[in-house]
């Protein structure tokens, strides 16, 4: 294909997406694309971070706090650094740490849900390599609005020893911890 004739297609794709947006933006109801469109952006990722681990270490963890516009639920978590993720609670009962996976995470409008050491968190399986401080992990969060529909944000979390100076890591030693 020419040069010119390239030019003229994505002039053309870029009118038909544009004209789609006016179409969408002029309805009356929202469509569940229009839905998913505008949900993006309702669950706001903050003090996100990456526990680093040491060579031979194939588990780690990732916390971050969520907060969505709406009621919603995280029901899946991928990553450029393994394949397996989960979401775990972690509660002392009776002077023992217990820590299940859970298949989703319910979240309530406007209010905060903190992943952090000792609670909430996701546990990163069978990595392919040690997670190094300095460097980044991205991940992809998908989550279901209200009324099902599915939308999905990215973020990049830093790789980092601890945070506040604690630098227990309650993970270390759960190299075998699938459900």
């Given at each position: 294909?020419?040069?010119?004739?390239?030019k003229?297609?994505?002039?053309?794709?870029l009118?038909?997406?544009?004209?789609?947006?006016?179409?969408?933006?002029s309805?009356?109801?929202?469509?569940?694309?229009?839905?998913?469109?505008?949900?993006?952006?309702?669950?706001s990722?903050?003090?996100?971070?990456?526990?680093?681990?040491?060579a031979?270490?194939?588990?780690?963890?990732?916390?971050?706090?969520?907060?969505?516009?709406q009621?919603?639920?995280?029901v899946?978590?991928?990553s450029?650094?393994?394949?397996?993720?989960?979401?775990?609670?972690?509660?002392m009962?009776?002077?023992?740490?217990?820590?299940?996976?859970?298949?989703?995470?319910?979240?309530t409008?406007?209010?905060?849900?903190k992943?952090?050491?000792?609670?909430?968190?996701?546990?990163?399986f069978?990595?392919?390599?040690?997670?190094?401080?300095?460097?980044q992990?991205?991940?992809?969060?998908?989550?279901?609005?209200?009324?099902?529909?599915?939308?999905?944000?990215?973020?990049?979390?830093?790789?980092?020893?601890?945070?506040?100076?604690?630098?227990?890591?309650?993970?270390?030693?759960?190299?075998?911890?699938?459900?």
């Amino acid at each position: 294909m020419s040069h010119s004739t390239l030019k003229s297609l994505a002039h053309h794709a870029l009118t038909l997406t544009l004209a789609t947006c006016a179409i969408f933006a002029s309805a009356k109801e929202a469509t569940p694309v229009q839905k998913a469109l505008t949900s993006k952006n309702t669950v706001s990722i903050q003090n996100a971070w990456v526990r680093s681990t040491r060579a031979g270490q194939d588990v780690g963890a990732a916390y971050m706090t969520l907060i969505s516009k709406q009621d919603a639920v995280l029901v899946q978590v991928e990553s450029n650094v393994t394949k397996s993720i989960e979401i775990h609670s972690m509660v002392m009962q009776k002077g023992v740490m217990k820590m299940r996976m859970l298949e989703t995470l319910a979240l309530t409008a406007d209010k905060p849900y903190k992943l952090e050491p000792g609670g909430f968190h996701l546990m990163l399986f069978d990595l392919a390599k040690p997670l190094k401080e300095g460097e980044q992990v991205n991940f992809e969060l998908t989550f279901k609005d209200k009324d099902n529909v599915k939308f999905k944000q990215n973020i990049n979390v830093p790789i980092q020893t601890s945070v506040n100076g604690n630098d227990r890591n309650p993970h270390e030693g759960h190299h075998e911890h699938h459900h």
